[in-house]
């Protein structure tokens, strides 16, 4: 399915804050090469430092999903990618590792402009393009879940995290450290980007899927 994308309302008409289930948004991209990899960034700094996080983060305030996913891709990797060229893959519903509720979504590409490489080295010490039917066993665990659930084709899932059981080596508040790792991100058998090889492997956190492609 492609996307569409509308243009920005004035920041007047930008509906208010008000009642209901507000969490955090994240938006994430996954860029294919013509093999099939897909590329990870590997964390520079705590929390998680030395693992495998996917390219993107937060939603900014009045951005669209998809302009997100573009910011992602040109602020992690370096690359220019439009709108045009975006697929939407999936929805994670998720508990995070302190049981926090958030929203990810999830788009792919095969379409870029420039050579990816790590732009952002201050978050990332390197790109790393794995396969995404056997990802590293070093990802996080919302990268296992995402890249799960796009080799299986699944449009929706709802996943509970691993709890956390160590506070960060740098000595970080538990709060401060899930805080951070949010702000930073992460950043088929569908569509114009091509499918994603079948895998067996199952994300140990998966509690419920609803709704398949």
Known sequence: MQTTHHP?????????????????????????????RVALVRRARHPDRGQLALVGGPLGPAEWLDEAACRGASQTLGIGVGVQDLELSGLLHYRSERGAGRLCSVFATQRWSGEPRNTAPREYSEVVWADPGGPPADC?????????QCVAGTLYSAIAMPAATTAPADGAAAPAAENAAEAHGPGPAWGKTGPFTSSDQTSSARLDTRGTK
């Open 8 to 36: 920005h309302k004035a920041a007047a008409l930008i509906e208010q804050a008000g009642p209901g289930y507000r969490p955090l948004t994240k938006v994430v991209l996954l860029a294919l090469r013509s093999d099939g």
């Open 140 to 148: 996080r665990p919302l990268t296992h879940a995402v890249l799960n």
